[in-house]
């Protein structure tokens, strides 16, 4: 009877235990579900099942900023810093090659500036050239000696450009030879540097035509009287052209005025878009800009494409040719008051917005918008309007492929993630300040939110609960990588 008891306590004691296991998994998601009922915005940790190295062919999301450069997969995971190099100056899409193995910055440094190449993803650096000698000492003791001029052109304004599609040649602005900023191109492959252009003027803004066989560029100069502070550049030279396989300079016609970001993109091949500009003095007026044209890069031929002034800039998708811009009905010949969009082949614009109180006009890759800053958001072809959460403070927003939106939110001094799909309402998914926020270019349902406290979040959809995937330093930049 004894050695029966026992066998019957052990068998009850082995059902408790087993029960218990049982019970385990069920009594832990209860308190994980409490502990998140806590907090506003719940962050879970990475997912087991995230890839535990970054993909071998990509997609991937770079993300960049005064405290260097990361890589991470399209969902976030396996954030890895590639650079530790300030890109805080340079505009990380036009510093990527086409490829995307390959960055190219502009580095200042105590001896000057150098132009400087990081492999990616394995971060190896190296330096392709000298671009000029120039000490922070000279420039602040002659800020208007012609060294200093050159370190403006060179700085201030855009002054690299990968060839498109598999060329691979680099276009670059430096003082390598002569007194003066001159256009210049880089081999990757042999590491062949080949000088251009040798001007009086200093060159800026390298646009390589769609094809790869011409380079665009603007050479301009800074002349007495300088006044106060020196803003920009204050005479336009001319806008000259190269043909690359053969080194044949082109003069091509000079726009009129003085303003510069002159060029508005490129129609094909061999034509690019520009416009004339008001001479003027300190701050920008009302209708500075005029007469948008398209010039024959090879003969220099000017075709009118919408006579009348407009305002605020204007921007071109390359995704379908269309311009976006703004116009007062002050200004003598204007289609109307407000926001409006001129596609390929027309002459009269649409109008998208009738009030004026557009600050700046952009175009995002990544969502595939334009954006009328504050108002709106406007698919390419203007047939979608996206409305920001709030009406005078949301910023930095997001389109995903699936059409999801994200924006940042800032009110009383504190920052939100918003995010809405479909017809759905909005949802506050984290509350914090955000640096940048891009979703994933391949489903396009997970959101990336780097936050101003050096944070990587990702949320997916549908519940976008945030999960941390790393830390960064002062991101300012995000961009997908093919």
Known sequence: MKNNSRIILLVLLLVLSISCNLLTPSTTSTLIAASASI???PVVSTPTSAPTRLNANGPYVIFAGQGGMWISNPDGSF???VSNLDISGSNLRQAISPKGDQLALVVKNDQGLDLVEVAIPSGETKTIAHLLDITNDELNNNPTGHKAFADYAITEYNS???QPGGGGLLAFMGVVKGPTSDLYTYDPTSGKITQLTDGSSQAILPSWSPDGQ??????????????????????????????????????????????????VGWQDDTHYITYDSKDTAGAVPSCAYFNLHDVDIVSGKTSPMMLGDFDDGIVQSPQNKAIIFASKTACSQT????????????????QLLNDADVVEFDWFPESGVFQAYPIALFSADGLTRYDPPTSDSSFKPAISKKGYQAWEVIENQKGRVEVKTSNEDWKTILNDSVNQTIW????GDTLLIATSDDSLFAASYPDFTPRLMGTMKKVQQAIWLP
């Open 440 to 443: 994933d270019p391949v489903n």
């Open 79 to 81: 954030l890895t810093q």
């Open 39 to 41: 907090t506003d915005t």
């Open 335 to 350: 289609p109307g008051n407000g926001t409006f969009l001129l596609m390929p082949g027309q002459a009269t614009p649409t």
């Open 160 to 162: 690299l450009a990968w």
């Open 214 to 263: 011409y380079i665009l560029h603007y050479g301009v100069d800074w002349v007495p009287p300088f006044g106060g502070a020196i803003i920009g550049y204050n005479q336009l030279d001319g806008v000259w052209a190269v043909h690359v396989p053969d080194g044949k300079i082109i003069t091509e016609p000079k726009p009129k005025g003085t303003l510069y970001n002159l060029l």
